[in-house]
């Protein structure tokens, strides 16, 4: 055995000077995009031409460029000009916290192994229920993503809610959930996963104002009956992902109440806005939810991934992937909250609790207000340039930081207007000075802004609207 080589890559004195190197280089980065000395948020590479790069990095290319080469070829969040995606830059205290998930490693999945995590995770799990509004009862944990937070919430909701036992004897019927046809794709994806197949998938149209049409609730869930569907959920978005609108929560939990059947709010992106005093409106009957999805990394400054999901009563936490069902949990089953991997999908996972205490023990919890209701503002911004513009209109008016817009020269027909607005897009992610998104509503291609960076201003949303403008005239 090579044990030198081991020696080597243990080796306390290299990991000092290549962590002191790393952080004055992530340093200059930070500056260098924060302060916008370099003009670009993403310097774009075809994937054929990245791939190639690598390949010959691996054998030819110097390892002393490694991190740096790395930093380079991605995209920077950091820049006020990033404006696309709804991933948050995250404070760079959190990148230390990760640093010290990363080295320490202790997987948190049992007690002894994340003696820390599991005590500060309880903590941020009562802190953020009690902001929902929930009561003693309530209760959850932190999980790897919004996606997987989403699939365990409606597992609990199928062990909590049908009347046979799944978990033990298989599904026997078929079962269902309502969901807006605008929600979150990986939605779609767990109720597939947990084998309800697309008749078990109840897609809710959306109004107007692309929210949940709740009208037609009862008899959307008559018709599913009707056919021999078993409803045990129905989910809100809080917002939808593509247009930022929010459903109407309040309406959808009586909905839920009155049938009998789960209510989850899927609050991956505006989940944080229960720390905002100015949008908490926008969640207005969240804590009539039986659970709730809230990313860390989304508005709320931290790295991915990290998420909260909540529960009003904390022992369908517990027994989502229990034999037994809650009754039969014995007392000290009932006490065992520091055991994390029983209540999580997965086993192992990062220290992540450590990012929420440290943001909230070194700038309390305001910090998350501050930032939830700047950025929401700043969606309120860009929407207004926007109504300014003769030659752009808006999707819809913003119910908080993702803005839905286009272009639209006069007299263009809707296939050449898509056209251009792809093409603007193209233009724009090659040029690198902006990075912004698209999405498609009811067969209209609309650029996608979402402001994740409290540094982004009305400048340079004005100056993004100018690029478009230079580009299409000229
Ligand atoms: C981002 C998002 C998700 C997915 O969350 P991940 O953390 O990316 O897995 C789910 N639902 C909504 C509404 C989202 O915005």
Known sequence: MNKKLLEQVYNTSDFNTNGHQLIDQLTLHLKDKLNETSKKAINWTNPDDELEFWRNFLINGDSNNLFKEITNRTTYIHHPHYIGHQVSPPAPITALTSLISAL?????????????????????????????????????????????????????????????????????????????????????????????????????????????????????????????????AIVGSAPSTATGIFDDLETIGKFAKERNIWFHVDGAHGGAGIFSKKYKHT??????????????????????????????????????????????????????????????????KNMMAIHWFTLLKLYGEEIFDINVTHLYDMGVQFANIIEQETNFELALRPMSNIVCFRYCAPDSDIES???????????????????????????LHYLRVTIMNPFTTEQHLKALIAKIKAYVTG
């Open 283 to 348: 969640l207005k009957g969240i804590d009539q939810a039986d659970s709730v999805v809230i990313d860390g990394h989304k508005m709320m400054m931290m790295p991915a991934l990290t998420t909260a999901l909540l529960f009003k009563n904390e022992v369908h936490a517990k027994t989502t992937f229990s034999q037994k069902a809650d009754y039969l949990l014995s007392d000290s089953e009932h006490e065992d909250w520091y055991n994390s991997g029983k209540r999580t999908f997965e086993c192992t």
């Open 417 to 443: 207007l898509n056209i251009l607005n792809e093409k603007i897009r193209q233009f724009l992610l090659e040029d690198g000075e902006f990075y912004i998104v698209q999405t498609k509503l009811k067969g």
């Open 104 to 232: 320490l490693n202790n997987g948190t999945a049992v007690y002894e192994m994340g003696m820390s995590s599991n005590a500060i995770e309880r903590i941020i799990i009562e802190l953020i229920c009690q902001k929902i509004g929930f009561n003693d009862l309530s209760g959850g944990f932190l999980t790897s993503g919004g996606t997987l937070a989403n699939l365990t919430a409606l597992l609990s909701a199928r062990k909590a809610i049908t009347k046979q036992d799944i978990w033990n004897d298989g599904s026997q019927n078929q079962l269902g959930i309502m969901v807006s046809e605008e929600a979150h794709y990986c939605v779609d994806r767990a109720a597939r996963i947990m084998g309800l197949g697309n008749q078990g998938i109840i897609k809710v149209p959306v109004t107007e104002g692309f929210s949940m049409n709740t009208d037609i609730l009862a008899v959307k869930f008559k018709e599913a009956v009707d056919q021999g569907i078993e409803i045990f």
